[in-house]
């Protein structure tokens, strides 16, 4: 599995929109980090800061596959 994550600083707001607003979004992260799991654990709390996580998922099977998303304020998943 390969998975990024993508920072954006100075974001205004308490809402997922107003990430979406931002004028770096999705082209331009402060910052970014690979990871080795689809998951994020940030070390201090921070405001003000949006991120996008992209990556790929290869399984070993088909089957029936169950995904679990958390934010602290509000968050989206998209499987393509």
Known sequence: MYAIDLIYQDITGGSLNNLLLHPNYP???NTSQSVNLLSIIYKDQKN?????MQGYLN????????FN????????????
């Open 27 to 29: 082209s331009l992260p």
């Open 48 to 52: 003000n800061i949006g991120s996008l």
């Open 59 to 66: 399984v070993p099977v088909s089957g029936t596959y169950q």
């Open 69 to 80: 998303i958390t934010g602290n304020s509000r968050a989206r998943m998209f499987l393509v």
